[in-house]
């Protein structure tokens, strides 16, 4: 069964940096493209960012690029967000999803997701 934790949400101030933690179980997704998705209050969940299985490979949302940074940790079955200058419209509950039949990302191709971690970025 696949599981996907995530961790390191909290509360920071604009400006300020986060790191989200995935740890996946279940399987392994060494092979696996993977991702990271977030839902803010009262909207639907949109893409944030997704790494290729050996990681050399990324893809961000044009209201991330250049302040969140997506990395994995295949012998640890992970993957990371790195978050920089946050805004206080980065504020969401963010979740990890891994594509189990793909090593590559294809949009609207994630199979499995976590429950998520929040994130409030105060202004």
């Known amino acids: 069964q696949v599981q996907l934790v995530e961790s390191g949400g909290g509360s920071v101030q604009a400006g300020g940096s986060l790191r989200l933690s995935c740890a996946a179980s279940?399987?392994?997704?060494?092979?696996?493209?993977m991702g990271w998705y977030r839902q803010a209050p009262g909207k639907e969940r949109e893409f944030v960012a997704a790494?290729?299985?050996?990681?050399?490979?990324?893809y961000y949302a044009d209201s991330v690029k250049g302040r969140f940074v997506i990395f994995r940790n295949n012998a640890q079955n992970a993957v990371y967000l790195q978050m920089f200058s946050l805004k206080s419209e980065d504020t969401a509950v963010y979740s990890c999803?891994?594509?189990?039949?793909?090593?590559?990302?294809?949009?609207?191709?994630?199979?499995?997701w976590g429950k998520g971690t929040l994130v409030t970025v105060s202004s």
């Open positions: 790494i290729n299985w050996n990681g050399r490979n990324t």
């Open positions: 999803a891994v594509d189990i039949e793909s090593g590559d990302y294809n949009p609207g191709g994630m199979d499995y």
């Open positions: 279940g399987g392994t997704f060494s092979r696996n493209a």
